[in-house]
């Protein structure tokens, strides 16, 4: 079955860097829509990057744009999330995400169906 392990968070400084992996079983990471999401306490979760399956397109949030990098490791089938220059604002539980199938529905959290642990980060000021 589908499973998702998150790894890598963990606490950092602001301007900092993190790189957050999200080992993948089940499926072939190739062939479906990977995403990143975080939640602060007391918050929505939100959509931060995703990938898409053929062509492997990404979109960022506005938030992390520029500072955010998801890539995908066909070979290890794991994807992961590189995060520089680290805010406060940033600090979150952090989760993997993919679909049933087809391309990323944009960040809409009803349509991803499984999910990872997830994995917290803490950027402090």
């Known amino acids: 079955q589908v499973q998702l392990v998150e790894s890598g968070g963990g606490p950092v400084q602001a301007e900092g860097s993190l790189r957050l992996s999200c080992a993948a079983s089940?499926?072939?990471?190739?062939?479906?829509?990977v995403a990143w999401f975080r939640q602060a306490p007391g918050k929505e979760r939100e959509g931060v990057a995703r990938?898409?399956?053929?062509?492997?397109?990404?979109y960022y949030s506005t938030s992390v744009q520029g500072r955010f990098t998801i890539s995908r490791d066909s070979a290890r089938n794991t994807m992961s999330l590189e995060m520089n220059s680290l805010k406060p604002e940033d600090s979150a539980m952090y989760y993997c995400?993919?679909?049933?199938?087809?391309?990323?529905?944009?960040?809409?959290?009803?349509?991803?169906?499984?999910w990872g642990q997830g994995t917290q980060v803490t950027v402090s000021s």
């Open positions: 990938m898409n399956p053929i062509g492997g397109a990404t």
């Open positions: 089940g499926f072939d990471i190739r062939h479906k829509c």
């Open positions: 995400a993919t679909v049933v199938d087809g391309n990323c529905p944009g960040f809409v959290i009803s349509r991803y169906t499984y």
